[in-house]
């Protein structure tokens, strides 16, 4: 099974800027999810990745996986402060696919100062 | 139905107790999730099902946990003889094939 990585542990950005959380592994990543948590509430996802080099948008969220799909980045642009929250990113447990569940990083948490 | 649910979204248990947790998923979902979050650990694994079977079960933290899924549907999370440890977030997910999954709001176990 994979571990992950992410970085930074906590996040605090003045709205309106950009920021990147990272999520890394020692093994090769065979599907990379990333989800958002608001702070009691479940995860909400937010994107998968499966190809060395892909890179998904969605509204001002960026994910990229690299070549050698072993590091994942989240990319957020103009922060906004309903981009807080807790980012996890989680991996297919084995290389099967995502069917037999998901490993997941410890969470960035990311605050949006006004 | 709309999403996953869990019932209880908070339960107080003393000591040695045992303790049910419920997870409703998605209509139609064939795979249910089971997923623990503490502030220690993170987002922890427990067990999944294909339908009704659950092929790996080694993310159960000892014998004392259980869990069964009926009908394809509904899925208890049983605890046995509760300590503190098992104080967290007990999240619920399901998914269509593997593809992603949705998550339940949680049960929030306090055991004093």
């Known amino acids: 099974s994979q571990e992950l990585e992410q970085s930074p542990q906590s996040l605090i950005v003045q709205e309106g800027k950009n920021l990147t959380i990272n999520c890394t592994s020692s093994?090769?990543?065979?599907?990379l999810y990333w989800y958002k948590q608001k702070y009691g509430e479940g995860l909400i996802f937010l994107m998968m990745?499966?190809?060395?080099?892909e890179e998904k948008s969605h509204e001002k969220i960026t994910a990229k996986l690299d070549e050698k799909k072993q590091q994942s980045s989240l990319h957020i642009t103009a922060s906004q402060p309903s981009h807080a929250g807790i980012y996890l990113c989680g991996a297919e447990r084995y290389s099967g696919g995502g069917a037999d569940g998901l490993t997941f990083g410890k969470g960035t948490h990311l605050i949006i100062q006004p | 139905g709309a999403g996953v649910s869990q019932s209880p979204s908070n339960k107080v248990t003393e000591k040695g107790k045992d303790v049910e947790l419920r997870c409703d998923p998605i209509?139609?979902?064939?795979?249910l999730y089971w997923y623990r979050q503490s502030l220690g650990q993170g987002l922890e694994f427990l067990i999944y099902?294909?339908?009704?079977?659950?092929?790996?079960k080694s993310g159960l933290p000892s014998d004392r946990f259980s869990a069964e899924r009926t009908g394809g549907s509904v899925s208890t999370l049983t605890i046995q003889r509760t300590q503190q440890e098992d104080s967290a977030v007990y999240l619920c997910?399901?998914?269509?094939?593997?593809?992603?999954?949705?998550f339940g709001p949680g049960t929030r176990l306090t055991v004093t």
């Open positions: 209509s139609g979902h064939t795979a």
């Open positions: 093994k090769t990543l065979y599907g």
């Open positions: 099902f294909q339908g009704n079977s659950a092929p790996d």
């Open positions: 997910a399901s998914s269509l094939m593997g593809n992603e999954q949705y």
């Open positions: 990745l499966q190809k060395g080099g």
